[in-house]
Structure formats: C-alpha cells, structure tokens
C-alpha cells in the first residue's frame, strides 16, 4: 500500500504535512507549525499521529509539538540540537540515520545554513524530500545560524537526489521566489514556465507545493550557483559558487 501525503495551510504562510503508511496506520507530521490545523487534518482522515519529525529549532517548526504529544503520546523525532531549544525530543536525528514511520522509512540528511540544527527527511521509496526552510520552491531558505558556504553545501546534498523526487519545502513563498529569480534570469525558459503555473495556482487559491525536484533544478538559480550563465548574470565570472551564491541570497534577503 503506498504511503499517503495530505498538505495543508498553518500559521501565515508555513505547510503542515502528514505522511501516513496506510500498512501499518503509522502517520507522522513534518513539523509541527501549530496543532490546530494538524489535528483537523488527522480528523479529516480518521489517522493518529504516531510520530513528528522536526526539521529545526525555529517556533513557527514546532510551536504545536507539546500539544501534539500531550494528545497523542506520539514520538519526536528532531536534529541533534546543543542548545537543546527543542523541547520533549524522543529521539536524535543524525545524517544518515534512517527513521521509521511504520513501515516507511525518512532518511535523515543533515542541512545546515539556516540554523546549525536544520535537517531535511527523504523518504526514498516514496520519491519525497521534506526540506522545510533549507530549499523552497525557487527559492532557499535565508541563512541565520550558518554562512553561505555552508548552505551550498547543503543545497548541493539536496540537489544530488533524483529528479522525479517531489518537494516539500516548509513555506508558500514561491510567488515571492519567481518575482526575484525572474530579476536575475528574466530568460529562463524553465523559470518562465513555472512562474505562469505559480500565478495559476495562486489565483485558484491552491499551493505550490510539492514541485519536482528536476523542474526545481532548471528553473532554481538557487541550485544553479555553480552555472556559468548564472556568475556572468550577477557579473561574476570565475568566481567560486559559495561566493555567487552568497551574492543571490544577499540580493534577494534585500528585494
Ligand atoms: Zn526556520
């Protein structure tokens, strides 16, 4: 039985995910923005929750995961974290670690940048990447705790998985994402076309998310800082991808 993915809105502009194994009735929730719409979303589907897996420390990632725990006894699955910020944690998540949801299993992939503790969840067999705020749709996430060496790298371990693997990423910020990369590739045949999809989907009222993975690497320059095309764009030529990278998310942190 394939596993089952149910998105949906929390907070302002933050995704809730629900990954269920329909073998086992295992259902575990990508972090846990607020409990609410989480709960409902279980409801809505007859599931309980058996586990959270965090992505990283930040409120708006796991301001519902008390409740959740106190109405499911459900376990918490988050990154090592030294400043221990995240609260009620079952288990530590390392790079390479495999977790269970039942009989799915999320591969751990350490992603910092963002925050030191960031890590993103592949569930291989299900061809899903959960990036929360390393990678969004056109987009990445901003670096706070990291450097922008760091967050390539991260970029880069996300960018090596297949490209029929589907995205998703912790926010609806893609309208936002596709105003400023069509700034800096106003020609990008693939970025052209997934800005025409975004404004559709937008206008019906419906997510981004998830998009694939393969579409993401044409159309992301975020993922193409090591494109010539892309250095030459930012005048830039020869520099280091870490570097050109750094400068498109400076440019953008101020757009
Ligand atoms: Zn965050």
Redesign the pocket.
């Known amino acids: 039985m394939a596993a089952e993915i149910r998105t949906f809105p929390c907070l302002s502009d933050n995704f809730g995910y629900l990954i269920h194994d329909g073998a086992t009735g295992a259902t575990a929730s990508i972090d846990a923005p607020e409990a609410g719409p989480i709960i409902q979303a279980l409801e809505r589907e007859g599931w309980k929750l058996t586990d959270i897996l965090v992505t990283?420390h930040?409120g708006?990632?796991v301001g519902g995961v008390a409740e959740l725990k106190r109405k499911y006894g459900c376990r918490v699955v988050a990154p090592h974290d030294k400043t221990a910020k995240i609260a009620d944690v079952d288990l530590r998540a390392a790079n390479g670690d495999v977790v269970k949801v039942g009989n799915l299993l999320a591969r751990v992939l350490e992603t910092p940048g963002?925050?030191l503790d960031h890590v993103s969840y592949v569930f291989d067999a299900e061809k899903a990447l959960f990036a929360?705020?390393t990678l969004f749709s056109i987009g990445c996430?901003r670096v706070f705790e990291g450097n922008h060496p760091m967050m390539w790298e991260s970029l880069l371990k996300l960018r090596a998985l297949p490209d029929d693997f589907r995205l998703y990423c912790?926010h609806e910020y893609t309208a936002a994402n596709v105003k400023f990369a069509l700034s800096v590739e106003p020609d990008n045949p693939a970025l052209k076309a997934r800005a025409e999809e975004v404004t559709r989907l937008r206008a019906d009222n419906k997510p981004t998310i998830p998009s694939l993975l393969g579409e993401e690497k044409k159309a992301n320059v975020f993922l193409r800082a090591d494109d010539p095309a892309v250095a030459a764009r930012l005048h830039m030529k020869g520099a280091a991808a870490a570097d050109v990278f750094g400068e498109l998310r400076e440019r953008k942190n101020k757009s």
Do not use: E, L
């Open positions: 990283h930040h708006d990632h963002h925050t929360a705020d996430g912790g």
